[in-house]
Structures are given as structure tokens and as C-alpha cells.
């Protein structure tokens, strides 16, 4: 069906950059919003970044001005570029992309990456 595979995840010391990719593949219409949420054990997930069709973008504030969000819609394919991490950084990432999966807008779907560690160390 759909499947988002993610990429770039990895340990960086503190100061540090990472990248990370998000390929969306399968059979489906189009791809509306995408976004990065992070997550600890026994935490809620929480939004970092999201992006639209139409590039609008809209960050955490404990990652804005750090953190950039953007895609290749010819990749069907989004990205979070992260500067200046720190260890409160780490968490596992997961990529999210509201998906239509067909030409009819009740045909609609969300799906998750597996989610990849981003580990900061001082």
C-alpha cells in the first residue's frame, strides 16, 4: 500500500548536524501534509516540524531556528535538516504524511514511518 522509509538517523556529538529523509512509496493519489514527530519511552509524541503541499512550514519552538523542514515532491520525499543539536535532542524520530490514497477526498489516510534514533552526546 504505502510506505514511508526513513534515513539519515545516527549518534552526533553535541554542536553537531544530521539529516534526515523520508521516501513515501506505494500506490496513492498524492501526498497532502508531511511532518517529523519525536518520541521517548513512556512519553507522548510530539511535533517537531510540518510541512504542506504548498510549503508552508510551522516548527516547535524548542527546534525553530535550529531545525529545517522541506521536501521533493518529484521524490515524493521529505526532509528534517537539524543543526546545532544538543543532548536533549535525542529521541526517536518518525516521519508523517497524510496520504490520498485515490482521486476521491474520502479516501484518505495517515501513515507512520519506523521511526530512526537521533542520539546527542556531550
Known amino acids: 500500500q504505502v510506505q514511508l522509509v526513513e534515513s539519515g538517523g545516527g549518534l552526533v556529538q553535541a554542536g553537531g548536524s544530521l539529516r534526515l529523509s523520508c521516501a513515501a512509496s506505494?500506490?496513492?493519489?498524492?501526498?497532502?501534509?508531511m511532518g517529523w514527530y519525536r518520541q521517548a519511552p513512556g512519553k507522548q509524541r510530539e511535533l517537531v516540524a510540518t510541512?504542506?503541499?504548498?510549503?508552508?512550514?510551522n516548527y516547535a519552538d524548542s527546534v525553530k531556528g535550529r531545525f529545517t523542514i522541506s521536501r521533493d515532491n518529484a521524490k515524493n520525499t521529505v526532509y528534517l535538516q537539524m543543526n546545532s543539536l544538543r543532548p536533549e535532542d535525542t529521541y526517536v524520530y518518525y516521519c508523517?504524511?497524510?496520504?490520498?490514497?485515490?482521486?476521491?477526498?474520502?479516501?484518505?489516510?495517515?501513515?507512520w514511518g519506523q521511526g530512526t534514533q537521533v542520539t546527542v552526546s556531550s
Open positions: 510541512i504542506t503541499n504548498a510549503d508552508t512550514t
Open positions: 508523517n504524511a497524510g496520504v490520498l490514497l485515490t482521486r476521491y477526498r474520502w479516501d484518505r489516510s495517515v501513515y
Open positions: 506505494g500506490s496513492f493519489y498524492s501526498i497532502n501534509d
